[in-house]
């Protein structure tokens, strides 16, 4: 199992199977399967809506169609190694594309914020993704009144390029963010 290991935290991808034990048998059983200590997430209804749109919408399909390069396309558990519990979820939406880019997005557990739990995550999230030649740059979007994901964003040296209103029911206005990436391969 592949696996990123921070000083207080575990990143581990999620896999097909993993993700299908998700799907069909609830957090539970996917806690279980890893042998994590249950915790539930708390966290707003919007990322728990999102949470479950990217499970059956996009981790599922995108890490069965690539099964060798999974971890670009699936939700990262966030591990609070002290309490072997998952506190959240970190990922990206697949390989850089051809403009050498691709978006990040993370969420946290309500009872975990505030530690810099996010913030050291997403740090060696860019630090095991920066491996790659193709990767320039990271792109992210942020709710205008979440400070704290903006903060997350600039301490990871991300800069905000603009403003856009997603398209949802209710429509979400976001800031737009970037961050250069600086290939550690030669």
């Given amino acids: ?14 896999d097909h199977s993993l993700l299908t034990t998700w799907a069909e048998h609830g957090r ?3 806690e279980i399967q890893i042998g994590l200590q249950h915790n539930t997430w708390e966290i707003e209804s919007f990322f728990q809506e999102e949470t479950q749109m990217a499970l059956r919408d996009y981790w599922l399909p995108m890490t069965k169609k690539f099964p060798f390069d999974f971890i670009w396309y699936t939700n990262w558990e966030i591990i609070l190694t002290e309490k072997s519990c998952s506190i959240g979820g970190i990922g990206l939406a697949g390989m850089p594309n051809d403009q050498g880019f691709t978006e990040v997005g993370y969420c946290l557990d309500k ?10 995550a997403l740090q060696y999230l860019i630090e095991w993704a ?28 991300f800069i905000q390029t603009g403003q856009k209103t997603l398209q949802q029911p209710q429509g979400m206005e976001v800031f737009t963010w970037k961050r250069q990436i600086q290939s550690s391969r030669t």
């Fill in 1 to 14: 199992m592949i696996v990123i290991k921070t000083p207080r935290l575990q990143l581990i991808p999620l």
């Fill in 28 to 30: 539970n059983a996917l």
């Fill in 111 to 120: 009872k975990y914020r505030g530690n810099g739990y996010a913030s050291e």
């Fill in 130 to 157: 920066s491996q790659d030649k193709d990767l320039h740059y990271l792109v992210a979007e942020t709710p205008l009144e979440n400070m704290s994901s903006q903060a997350v964003l600039s301490k990871n040296g």
